[in-house]
Structure formats: C-alpha cells, structure tokens
C-alpha cells in the first residue's frame, strides 16, 4: 500500500512521506556528543517530534547510546506537582518500553517527593543503564508554571551528577526559546542567575521545507504511485504555505485524496488552489489552534497594526520573539514584517471575522448575473447598502478594534465567495494599508483597503498610487479602493458612505468608496 501525506501526529516512516528527520535538526547529534543539554524550539506541527523519534532510535541503533524522545503532554492538564509528575513519570516509561530494548528500559522509580521525582527517577535510570543516557524531553513549555520551574531545578540540581548519575545528554523541545523557560516557570529574565535552567549550551531551532524539500516531498508521491503533480504546483504550494510542513502536507493530502483519487489524473494547480481554500474554510486543529492566539494580549498587540498596514508601536522584544516562535509572523524582503505564509493571511481574518460573519444577515441583493456569473455592479450595490445598514453594528463585534471594518467587509466578501470563489489578502506592518483579491469564476477584483483617522491627512492621492501598483502586478483592470473613515466626529456611516468611479493614472477603473 503506498505511503501518505500525514497530517496527524508524528511522521513513520513506513506510512508517510517524510524527509530524512535527522537532517532537518543537525545540530542536534553535536549536542548529543558533546555531553550538553540544550532547547530545540520551533512552531508547532513543523516536524519537532518526527525528528528526535527517528533520531532517538538511531542513536540507540549505532550502540553507543540509549536515546529516548519522552513527553511531557500527560503532566500539562494539572496546575500541581503531585499529580504532573507522577502522570509525566508514568508515561516516560511507557514510552521507554516501547522505543528500548529490555537491558535499556528504566528500573522501578523511587519513591520521592513530588519536588525530587524527576531528579531521582533520572538518576536512577542513567546509574542502571549500560550505555549512557540521553533523553529528549517534548512539549515541557506545555507545563503549568510551577510544574515547569520544579521540573527545571531538578535537572539543573542533577545536572552536576552527569554522566553516570544523570543523562549524558538532554534537550527540552517545545515551541519556545529558552528565555520563555524562564520567564514562563518564574525566572527572573533572559540568562540571570534566577534561571530555572541556566545549564544549558545552547538553544537550536527548526525550520521549515525550502522549495527544494518541498518538491522532494511531492516526487515520493509519484514515484510509489505514478500520479505526477503538474507543472507549476511545486511553487504554488511554495508560494500558500512558505514550507510550513503540516500545510505543504495538508494541501498535498486534500489534493491526492479527496480532489484527484485517480491516480492516472495529473494533480495541478488549480487543485492546489481548491485545496487551499478548503482548508482555510474548515479550519482544521492545526489552523484553529494558532488562530485562537490571536486573542492573546501579547500576540494582539503585534498582529492588530501589522494586519492594519500600521507600524508597529513599542511592543518588547519578548512579545516579537514570541509571537514570531509560535509561527505566526515572519521577516520578508526588506526585513518587512508580515504573516509567516499566505495560508496564514487567508486563515488568521476569517478566524477574526467569523462572529461577524455568522452575524450577517441574509442577502438581499443578489451580485450574480442570470449566468451566474459575478456582476460587478451588483456587487459594489450589495456592499453599499450592506455597509450603510449594518457596518456599524457589526464592527462592534470585531475582536480588534482597529481593523474593524477591514474585517467586516471580509466577512461580507467571504460570503460572497461561499458561492464559488476566493478571497486572496495581502497585508505588512508599515505598509499604510491591506489588499484583497476576489476571485470569482473569470472575474477577479482588486480592493485596497485604507483608513482615515484622527491627525492623518486624507489617504485618497496615496491609496490611488498603491492600488495602481498592486493592480499592475496582479494583473486585474477594475478594482475597489475603500477609505474608512475612523476620524472621531463624522456623520453616522449611512450618511457618509460614497462611490465614485475614477480612472487611474495608470488607466484602470477603480470605485472610490467612502464610508
């Protein structure tokens, strides 16, 4: 039976395609060899546990070694050392006896305080084991604050005692640095003499596929089944996900399994395309779970104005690193700082815009022709009575408040594209503005978003200069530049809200709404 792309859980080798796991963490083996504990942090779902799996058993295959990947998920649910570290325990060695063999396998913990179990269990473990002991440990940031800062003095406390009394070597694996650790479990900054875990030589990171990897991904594909991807597909999966490794395989996965099961059928880009959008709109539990970030104070304060086109205000270095180490956001070209992927562009709104979104009412003017074909003129008719009867209340809902009526026009448009097409977005801190484009059967618009507010000159000349350029480099002859006006004292939305058709200096034809 061929292999599958795999969307759930840890990669193996004999179901899934994969890369070479080892390859993709490097630096990992020189830590190993160097008798060094060290954090490998990188966003979730990139191939974190996938990798130390496949690098555990090849340490302890090559016989100088007894390397496990343990976890710490068991101990996350429970605020209190008495019940984390008994759960955490318990499945250590469950783990220990599936991935060892017997000679390798832990000895009957001691019996010890909460405080010392962790310290004492791998004491006890690498003094019995014939072969020095290397542990990773995964998902520790995913422990409660008091449990996470125990679980670190104790391996500080035993780190003294390595090789024969402590693990030879081990690394704390999770999605966050190690001056998180610290300020997480109750430290007192990046490297003080408060840190819980000031043991270790240093902190690695994971990236996600280059281009290369992903066409690497794919060619496994056709080579077990004989179902080639056309040309083009490589960089347009590229292009959606930036090698993000659950969305370069979800895309592939919907594509191959639901969209084109026949394997003699080429997989091409517009498959691509559908698959994208499928996956956006279901949102499944890697989406939803960094979507449901978004509402955390410190992820808020950097994705709000980035989403806006806005600079960022005085936001600390930890709040950036974060929200960068969760995968969210990314440097681009010109050290720019946008969404991580365009994936993430379409998914992260439509989180933000779902209250909105379900809030909606129903249609009343119909933007298809009698060929069901999107009319453009309809459509601008439909957003403006839309906007002047119902923009108001519905951006009350809005989660972030600055970009209210950005998100209520994408909440419309969504709907809109409900009926058969796509919304494509486009958005940079510093940029002074966001960019959508709807797609819809052969008829694509441009619609650049701007905001009017307090102390800011009219953004008109501005907006009409950007959205010739991004009208050029889309390649699309008619759009929509919407100024919202947020300036505090102006007339209730009904009253105010305009359009005016222009001709641009470059000659395309673009609505001016106002309102």
């Known amino acids: 039976m061929p292999r599958q792309f795999n969307t759930a859980g840890p990669c193996q080798p004999d179901i899934h395609y994969m890369l070479a796991p080892a390859a993709r963490v490097p630096g990992v083996r020189a830590m190993v060899e160097g008798r060094h504990y060290f954090v490998l942090h990188a966003q979730r779902q990139v191939g974190k546990t996938t990798a130390l799996l496949a690098l555990a ?46 000679e390798l396998r832990p000895p009957p913990w001691p019996v010890s305080e909460p405080a010392a179990a962790i310290r004492d269990a791998l004491e006890a473990w690498s003094l019995a084991c014939p072969r020095p002991l290397v542990v990773f440990l995964d998902e520790v940031d995913g422990l409660a604050p008091e449990v996470l800062g125990s679980v670190l003095r104790q391996l500080r ?4 005692n390595r090789p024969e009394g402590f693990p030879w070597s081990l690394g704390l694996i999770g999605l966050r640095d190690l001056k998180d650790y610290v300020v997480t479990s109750g430290g007192t900054g990046r490297s003080g003499a408060g840190s819980p875990f000031n ?24 080579a077990e089944t004989g179902q080639v991807f056309a040309e083009g597909v ?5 292009d959606l996900t930036r090698g993000q490794p659950w969305l370069v395989n979800a895309l592939a996965r919907e594509a191959t399994t639901v969209l084109v099961p026949d394997r003699t059928e080429a997989v091409t880009v517009a ?3 559908d ?8 949102r499944d539990t890697h989406l939803q779970s960094l979507a449901s970030r978004l509402r955390e104070d410190r992820v808020r304060r950097i994705i709000q104005p980035l989403m806006a086109g806005e600079p960022l205000p005085a936001v600390s270095e930890d709040d950036l690193a974060y929200v960068m180490e969760l995968g969210l956001i990314r440097l681009g070209e010109g050290q720019v700082l946008q969404i991580a992927n365009p994936m993430y562009s379409d998914a992260f709104p439509r989180a933000l815009a ?7 009412p129903a249609a009343t003017h119909p933007w298809l022709d009698s060929a069901g074909r999107l009319d453009l003129d309809r459509l601008l008719a439909g957003f403006l009575a839309f906007w002047r009867q119902h923009g108001e209340p519905l951006m009350g809902a809005s989660p972030y408040h600055e970009i209210a009526p950005h998100l209520v026009l994408m909440a419309w448009l969504h709907r809109v594209c409900n009926g058969g097409g796509s919304l494509d977005r486009e958005f940079a801190a510093g940029t002074g503005r966001m960019d959508l484009n709807l797609r819809y059967g052969d008829v694509r618009l441009g619609i650049e978003l701007k905001v009017w507010r307090d102390g800011r000159r009219d953004p008109l000349a501005e907006g009409i200069t950007q959205i010739d350029a991004y009208l050029s480099r889309i ?22 809200t305009t359009a005016e058709a222009i001709t641009t200096p470059a000659g395309h034809a673009v609505t001016v709404v106002r309102g």
């Not at 406390?157 to 003294?160: A, L």
Request: glycine share 8%; hydrophobic share 40%.
């Open 57 to 102: 058993r090849e340490l302890t295959s090559e016989g100088q070694f007894a390397a496990v990947t343990v976890s710490c998920e068991t101990g996350t649910p429970f605020e209190d050392l008495e019940r984390a570290i008994p759960a955490m325990l318990g499945a250590w060695r469950g783990r220990a006896n599936a991935f060892l063999p017997p």
């Open 157 to 160: 406390d035993g780190h003294v």
């Open 199 to 222: 043991i270790s030589a240093g902190s690695l990171t994971m990236q996600s596929f280059t281009r290369d990897e992903v066409g690497e991904l794919y060619a496994q594909h056709t």
């Open 234 to 238: 490589v960089d347009r999966a590229w």
């Open 271 to 273: 498959h691509i395309n």
């Open 275 to 282: 698959a994208k959008e499928t996956l956006v709109r279901r």
């Open 354 to 360: 779902n209250t909105i979104e379900v809030s909606l």
């Open 475 to 496: 390649g699309v002859a008619t759009g929509w530049l919407v100024v919202f006006d947020r300036r505090t004292g102006q007339p209730p939305i009904e009253e105010r």
